[in-house]
């Protein structure tokens, strides 16, 4: 078995490797190659060492998408995308980025699929993004993407040629849209959606946090685990039950900015909550409003993908994970 | 008023041309000039001919798009795709005429709009193709797009595409999903749908009809005139209350066989409707039966577009239009 991770030196990326690097197998099977690409060399793995090959490249400069198939990795996880803001801000580059270098891969293994009749499972992971207001207050597998945001328009658009792509026979691909990441290890940044684990991650570190939304603010959640879970996960399950329809809504947890308050006072007591400053932020206000509340992902849950089994269980996480943790 | 039609020679792009020289306006104003753009060159109407340019054009290649847009149309018209069956039959053309056009010419405009704040309306004609199975019986506004054709595919990236331009300000878009038009005009051809129009329009000519579906198959219709109608309607109202949901699907008549076999009967007696022969294919009819049999098309009944009356209103106006009718 040979896995191949596009994007390995993001957060997800780094997680999807030690996961491998820990198990050393994937969908049942010794792990025998790792091959892991990015911007900037992703760190290899001491477990596996001798097995890995790591490479910076840009996908969307020629060839790049040949040369990092070229070990014709049986699996293909496909996270390489510049973010939201980024695709936002840089128009050419988000196209360039997120849907060029995508189109790029699938074409390189489409080619190789005609020359010697290759056809690996593609893990494609995909966004919340993709839906865009109005929207119901629980969104079922059959909403329609109207993506509001440039990057949400290049996910749903690399949705529809991996469906494409694995309909005509040319890879196996499976497109999983990742809950917002909570808590998310790292420093505060300037993304909208910060504060969601902001408010969790800087009380538990003894620091203060901004929360410019109200309590009552509903999101969708999944654990940088659980969404690490889903990508070996898909990777290893018999696709046929998707039919034709290959990109599905990954489960999460459903909280209001309360719902967080409030496990977050469970574990650490009200000094930690007493760090979280309320200090309302109208844009930011405006952009999260359109931003999806909750999901029944009955197709996820039937093909064996599981959500983080409370708030609290994500704040548990996070405090076993990094040490933080009420003083 | 200027007005761009791309794909001015196929059986739309010749109604609308028409169309547009027989009112000599649009959106209320008059039209100055009109371009029309195509594979081969389109034919002159007579109406307008001062005030039109006919242009043979592979709007996949280097610098066509620009030069199409050269004279910055108000209202540019996009129409032009190679069909579903070609599009299934010769990838790398689908994606290159039907996804890479669109792009190139969405891309022109763009850099029109920041050189100098061009910014035109462009009425994109999508297709009900971009819905797969399974399907409701009556499929909603909000329904996903998951399309069972290459074709389809890229018909809902170019959806997706007009949507983020236009929510960007580079264009102000509108995508119609068109209904399967009905009385097609000309002969039987190949494609899967061909018999919908072939058991009306044949039978009315004197002539034997092959029938490949049992009489309880339903789908979404709408006449030539409707369709053009729904082009010249969209170039002309106010999108504002579209938000940012820019692709909508078009209202039709949703009719079974049995249904379009009564009207034929109605107007042109037994005699005509003797001339369907029974000749089921499983072939075809495994591809119909995961086609749409009707919608609830609120979002463009709430703009204005209007389906045609009901089945024997679209044979009559096949009768009225072609001369074709009982003898």
């Known amino acids: 078995m040979h896995a191949l991770i596009l994007g390995a030196a993001g957060m997800i990326g780094r997680r999807l490797t030690d996961?491998?690097?820990q198990s050393g197998s994937l969908g049942g099977q010794a792990l025998d190659a790792l091959t892991l690409v990015d911007v900037v060399t992703p760190a290899v793995p001491d477990a596996l060492a001798g097995r890995v090959t790591a490479q910076a490249a840009d996908l969307s400069g020629t060839g790049a998408a040949e040369t990092a198939i070229a070990g014709r990795p049986d699996v293909i996880f496909h996270?390489?995308?510049?973010?939201?803001?980024?695709?936002?801000?840089?128009?050419?580059?988000?196209?360039?980025?997120?849907?060029?270098?995508?189109?790029?891969?699938?074409?390189?293994?489409?080619?190789?699929?005609?020359?010697?009749?290759?056809?690996?499972?593609?893990?494609?992971?995909?966004?919340?993004?993709?839906?865009?207001?109005?929207?119901?207050?629980?969104?079922?597998?059959?909403?329609?993407?109207?993506?509001?945001?440039?990057?949400?328009?290049?996910k749903a658009m690399g949705e529809l040629l991996l469906s494409d792509y694995t309909?005509?026979?040319?890879?196996?691909?499976?497109?999983?849209r990742l809950p917002t990441i909570c808590v998310r290890p790292g420093k505060p940044n300037k993304a909208a959606s910060g504060f969601f684990s902001g408010i969790i991650r800087e009380p538990l570190a003894g620091q203060e946090a901004v929360l410019p939304v109200p309590d009552t603010v509903r999101h969708w959640f999944a654990s940088p685990r659980a969404a690490t879970d889903f990508l070996v996960h898909a990777a290893g399950i018999d696709l046929a039950p998707l039919g034709q329809r290959r990109n599905l809504t990954m489960p999460g947890v459903s909280a209001t900015v309360a719902e967080e308050i409030e496990a977050l006072r469970r574990v650490a007591g009200e000094r930690a909550v007493a760090l979280i400053r309320r200090e309302p932020d109208p844009a930011i206000l405006r952009i999260i409003e359109t931003w999806p509340e909750a999901f029944a992902t009955e197709r996820a849950l039937g093909l064996g993908f599981r959500a983080d089994p409370s708030f609290d269980a994500i704040v548990a996480l996070h405090i076993a994970e990094t040490g933080a943790g009420p003083a």
């Open 19 to 21: 996961a491998l690097a």
């Open 79 to 154: 996270l390489a995308a510049v973010v939201s803001g980024e695709a936002e801000a840089d128009f050419e580059k988000g196209y360039r980025i997120n849907l060029d270098s995508t189109r790029l891969l699938f074409e390189a293994i489409r080619q190789a699929h005609l020359a010697e009749g290759y056809r690996p499972r593609v893990v494609f992971t995909s966004s919340l993004a993709v839906f865009g207001a109005p929207l119901p207050p629980v969104i079922g597998d059959d909403m329609i993407l109207t993506p509001a945001s440039s990057y949400g328009t290049q």
């Open 167 to 176: 309909r005509r026979g040319f890879l196996d691909g499976i497109g999983l």
